[in-house]
């Protein structure tokens, strides 16, 4: 018997919880293919969509961006995947190509670009339909909900670790979840110092960043022993920077990795002097994602996480919005 529902988490408005609903499967365009989920990870971005500051979403939206699942049905167009690959649906679900920034190879930066879970349905949900080129196509070894964080934890940190000289070894990464603790694996096997930042007297994240090999672990308001010549900022909190820019060598950069941040306050100039750097970080690239992949063939990482059963939405994300989650917080889908 063919089946024409699905369930799946959706938001209605900032600030109201997810509603568990039954709603139909989305048929492929022409250029998409049709995913059955078997994990979405909960992303701090997805918190950022809900609460509102990410303020204009699709009404009414599932959310979810990190999306581990197979493909059951393709668009007429797609030849690059086929029935029953297993894929990985990234935040950045569809570009123009025609815009002056994805004529310069900056796709991150498209001006008509499309989100997965904020202006696109996402994976909060047993299904999904997604642009076929902006999947990845993935080995068998990611066939497991541990896999869904990579999605956008593990890619966004990719991205904003790359945008450091390589010659860096003290790097400093402030906020320490679901991005920090893929990331410090990455470096430490490529054999970077991390000190690991999280809140004051966050013991809890604190040990967790030295069981990881964290060369340093303190609070935010905390002086490192030793200069860092880059910094990489998770968390969404602006008073972080000049607090990261006072522990910076000369020459040194401070990577913003989130999507949403709180007011950064005023600092002297004396903390930026000395050609320090801050910037941003903006979505991802398609080639990030293959890099990311590529690279982790030779890395081995493994991901940390806490599994929810779909229902179990609202309750995954008010803990990760208190910081009670060790790692990463990932839907699991029921198998119809």
Known sequence: MKISAMQAMVFEGAGKPLGLRQVPIPAPGDDQVLIKIIACGICR????????????PKFPLIPGHEIIGTVVSIGKNVRNIKENDLVGVPWLGYTCGTCKY?????????ENAKFTGYTLDGGYAQYTVAFSKYCFK?????HNPESAPLLCAGLIGFR?????DPKAVNIGMYGFGAAAHILIQIA???NKKVFAFTRDGDSKSQSFARELGAHWVGGSSDVPPEKLEAAIIFAPAGELVPKALKNLDKGGEVIC????MSQIPAFSYDLLWEERVIRSVANLTRKDGLNFFDLLT????????ELFRLSQ???AIAKLRKGEIKGAAVLVMDQD
């Not at 994805?102 to 498209?110: F, I, P, V």
């Not at 904003?160 to 450091?164: E, F, Q």
């Open 257 to 260: 990795g989130g999507i949403h």
């Open 102 to 110: 994805c004529r310069q190879d900056k796709e991150n930066l498209c």
């Open 138 to 142: 993935l080995s068998g070894q990611y």
């Open 45 to 56: 971005t997805d918190l950022h969509v809900l609460d509102g500051e990410l303020a204009s």
């Open 313 to 315: 939405a609202n309750e």
């Open 298 to 305: 030779s890395i081995n990482v493994h991901t940390q996480t």
């Open 188 to 190: 430490r096997a490529q």
């Open 160 to 164: 904003s670790y790359h945008m450091i």
